[in-house]
């Protein structure tokens, strides 16, 4: 990239964080290191490096914030996705590559029986929400404080800033503005491994379409194996759909997900990030009886029936690079285990290297992530982890592996790809090391 190019894209981005700046005005969809002052602005990444435009090298620890697990641009995803472009980037019809992905989708998860696309997480747990309600002709939801399910109405409510009311109790409060009170009222929030939790569901079964569930919540990756068995009996009990949204833990846990992870089959399941390869991607996925409301043609308007389809879903693109990565993860799992070491492996030598030098500092991981906490706290659920707070210290952390020559991602999660290779771990744990330093 030529200097003078460099400099535009830096003042362009810079200026987007600052409405107030006159003329013509954009808003960059993330929170770039360009927050920073040291500037950082990427161009390009491969295998689990990153490159920004000055031609600096990084190593990557977001992985596209989860959806790269098998680094940047895999030779087997590119050429998937290049061939679908060169047959046409979008058909209008049903293609291909989506028949021939929603079948490896539905061998590849167990118990699945049908697959419909979306093109985010975010549209997979608002149609899979509207589907339960036509199932059960019942409209509130329940979700759990702390839990991410995207950005519609029903999803932004006690979320990332949790910690609203008693903890046997939370309060569902809207995390942003633009959420109506009519999703606040329709959404009951609860909290993970605390067993009130079924007491409220039973309370209010008549009213209650659903539960949706992180089954292992990113920002608190803990062990909920028995509240989740648990969760799935009160809900088969009391007769409401519990919906899996496995957006981050899908082909991630295990190949199976968190069904396999967790051995728990949940009525309904989202799907997003892992699967798209890199291009935009959802998908909602359960068995038989639960599509009956869905009609795809748009044409059986009324009350009966849920309507959830998409100009790009489905896209060849996305669902040719999707053929790509579930394959390869198929075909090689050990992969699996190969993350989940390398993620053991960091955690272990940084929390060594803070409690030598007195630095509160702990980690929780799952196969491929782990997130720093900042305190030395007992954590049992999603509450405890505090995470406004931490993600403030993060941040900071942020700023100062960048120096380091390790990128972050922005959300307080850090991603291990297949990709990174032990090498790498030594370099993201000297990186680390070297900022616990200079934050003391
Ligand atoms: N659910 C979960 C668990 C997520 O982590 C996310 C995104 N981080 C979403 C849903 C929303 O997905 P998207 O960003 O693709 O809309």
Redesign the pocket.
């Given at each position: 990239m030529r200097k003078k190019d460099a400099l535009y894209l830096k003042e362009k981005i810079k200026s987007s964080y600052n409405l107030a700046e006159t003329g013509k005005q954009f808003l960059i969809a993330h929170y770039t290191a360009g927050i920073f002052n040291d500037f950082v602005f990427f161009d390009h990444g491969k295998g689990s490096k990153m490159y920004d435009i000055d031609g600096n090298e990084y190593i990557d620890c977001a992985g596209g914030?989860?959806p790269l697990i098998l680094g940047h641009s895999h030779e087997a995803v590119v050429n998937a996705a290049t061939e679908a472009i060169e047959k046409g980037c979008l058909h209008g019809l049903g293609n291909e590559y989506e028949v021939r992905f929603a079948e490896l989708l539905v061998e590849s998860i167990p118990q699945a029986e049908v697959v419909t696309f979306t093109n985010?997480?975010?549209?997979?747990?608002m149609h899979a929400i509207k589907l339960a309600r036509a199932y059960t002709g019942k409209e509130k939801i329940a979700k759990f404080e702390g839990?991410?399910?995207?950005?519609h109405e029903f999803?932004q409510i006690s979320g990332r800033t949790a910690k609203y009311g008693p903890v046997e109790r939370p309060e569902s409060v809207a995390d942003y503005a633009g959420i109506p009170e009519y999703a606040v009222d329709g959404t009951i929030t609860l909290s993970m491994n605390q067993k009130e939790s079924f007491d409220i569901i039973r309370q209010y079964k008549d009213e209650l379409a659903a539960v949706i569930v992180?089954p292992l919540?990113?920002y608190a990756p803990l062990d909920y194996k028995v509240f989740l068995k648990g969760l799935r009996e009160v809900t088969e009990e009391c007769g409401v759909l519990l919906i899996f949204?496995?957006?981050?833990?899908g082909f991630r846990l295990a190949f199976g997900g968190a069904r396999e992870y967790f051995n728990i089959i949940p009525d309904l399941a989202?799907y997003?990030?892992i699967i798209g390869g890199g291009f935009?991607?959802?998908a909602i996925v359960g068995t038989k009886k639960f599509f009956k409301p869905a009609y795809f043609d748009g044409f059986n308007i009324g009350r009966k029936s849920v309507f959830f389809t998409g100009t790009f879903s489905g896209n060849p693109v996305t669902c040719a690079a999707g053929i790509a990565v579930i394959e390869y993860l198929r075909d090689h799992k050990y992969l699996y285990e190969q993350m989940n070491q390398n993620v053991l492996y960091i955690c272990n030598q940084i929390e060594a290297h803070a409690n030598e030098i007195g630095y509160p500092l702990q980690t929780k991981s799952a196969c491929s992530l782990f997130v720093p906490y900042f305190f030395k706290e007992e954590i049992n659920k999603p509450r405890d982890t505090n995470w406004t707070n931490n993600i403030g210290q993060y941040d900071t952390l942020r700023k100062h592996m960048l120096k380091h020559g390790v990128s972050l991602s922005d959300?307080g999660v850090v991603f291990v790809t297949a990709a990174h290779s032990r090498e790498d771990c030594d370099s993201i744990v000297k990186a680390f090391n070297q900022s616990i330093d200079e934050m003391y």
């Open positions: 914030i989860g985010s997480g975010t549209e997979a747990t839990h991410y399910h995207g950005t999803a992180e919540p990113m949204d496995e957006v981050v833990t989202t997003g990030k935009p991607a959802g959300i």
